[in-house]
């Protein structure tokens, strides 16, 4: 597995088309990217891999809200649904936990947005790195990660 960093998720919004603004910033939590780029928590973006009787899925959610696991297990049809370790993050994505982007990650994964993040015309995302966001338009976001919408927030 190659360690990936910010140079590859600026790649992949680039070969997608998105247009996008970068920040540093304190980010390794959702809470403390907010403060940092004065934004709603609502509006940051946590980028969770969750494992699907063992298969990864990625499910965007804003920093305000935290995944419905039973939800979540009704849509992926999974019997067991539980947040992945940090090993497997990593290994998963290329990037350590509190660094995860929605894209640019060593291998395409399944991509669940929370409804919840369509009221917010900006979104804040991670960049790669702890002190790297990047912010983009909803739609952007979607578009992207060819993410399903789907009610999986509380």
Same mark, same amino acid.
């Given at each position: ?5 910010? &140079?590859?998720?600026?790649? #992949? ?5 998105? =247009? ?6 304190? !980010?390794?939590? =959702? ?13 940051? %973006? ?5 494992? &699907?009787?063992?298969?990864? &899925?990625? %499910? ?17 049809? &999974? ?20 660094? %995860? ?5 060593? !291998? @395409?994964? @399944? ?6 993040? #369509? ?9 790669? =790195? ?6 983009? !338009? ?17």
């Amino acid at each position: 597995m190659s360690e990936r960093g910010p &140079a590859d998720v600026e790649a #992949a919004l680039q070969a997608a088309g998105i =247009a996008y603004r970068r920040y540093r910033a304190h !980010a390794a939590r =959702a809470d403390q990217a907010a403060e940092s780029l004065g934004v709603t928590l609502g509006a940051v %973006v946590k980028s969770l891999l969750f494992l &699907a009787d063992g298969a990864p &899925a990625l %499910v965007l959610v804003g920093g305000d809200r935290r995944v419905d696991t039973r939800r979540l297990k009704g849509l992926l049809g &999974a019997r067991r649904v539980m947040i992945a370790s940090a090993e497997r993050v990593t290994a998963e994505t290329g990037y350590p936990p509190g660094a %995860v982007p929605p894209v640019g990650c060593v !291998a @395409p994964l @399944p991509v669940w947005i929370d409804a919840g993040l #369509a009221q917010h015309a900006t979104v804040y995302v991670s960049g790669g =790195a702890v002190d790297e966001m990047i912010a983009l !338009a909803f739609e952007d976001l979607r578009r992207a990660t060819g993410g399903q919408i789907a009610d999986v927030g509380m």
